[in-house]
């Protein structure tokens, strides 16, 4: 599973609503750490950056000249619950619902049962050359949080 697959699964489960703790990235400055949204004040919107240790402030509207906005939304860290109640909305019955939990609940434990998508994801990625391929082919680094991926992107 290579990082494109990976950034589009958790954007399908990320709740994009820019509420309180929403995660979003400087589109000005991309290389930086992204943004905690804190709220809006006036023309103000006010985010935490860990980075620089203190509040950042952006202006709401963009201005004429540019065709980008700011910040881009990113969302909220998608957690287990978060996934476990879109299984509960997309399974066609009880046993079916039994084993995604059981699944999700093993591999997710492994990764780490209190951190989010976004943080299981950040291990890193590496090459590997298939026998069959001439082109090396990226994938996540840690096979457990392979596993878990490769498991969420078979059933969303």
């Known amino acids: 599973m290579n990082s494109k697959t990976v950034i589009a699964l958790i954007d399908k489960l990320a709740n994009k609503e820019l509420s309180f703790g ?9 290389s930086h750490e992204p943004y905690t949204f804190i709220r809006k004040s006036g023309k103000y919107t006010i985010f935490y950056s860990k980075q620089f240790k203190r509040d950042m402030q952006f202006q709401t509207k963009r201005r004429a000249s540019e065709d980008k906005d700011p910040y881009e939304v990113l969302g909220h860290p998608v957690l287990i619950g978060t996934v476990l109640a879109k299984f509960l909305k997309i399974a066609k019955n009880d046993s079916q619902l039994a084993h995604w939990n059981r699944m999700i609940l ?3 434990g492994i990764c780490g049962i209190e951190k989010s998508l976004q943080e299981i994801a950040g291990c890193g990625y590496e090459e590997y050359q298939p ?3 001439t082109i090396p082919v990226e ?3 840690d096979p457990n ?3 878990l991926f490769e498991f969420l992107g078979d059933i969303i």
């Not at 929403?22 to 991309?30: E, K, T, V």
């Open 145 to 147: 949080a392979r596993a």
């Open 139 to 141: 994938q996540l680094s």
């Open 106 to 108: 093993f591999l997710w």
């Open 22 to 30: 929403s995660l979003c990235q400087n589109n000005y400055a991309p």
């Open 131 to 133: 026998t069959n391929a």
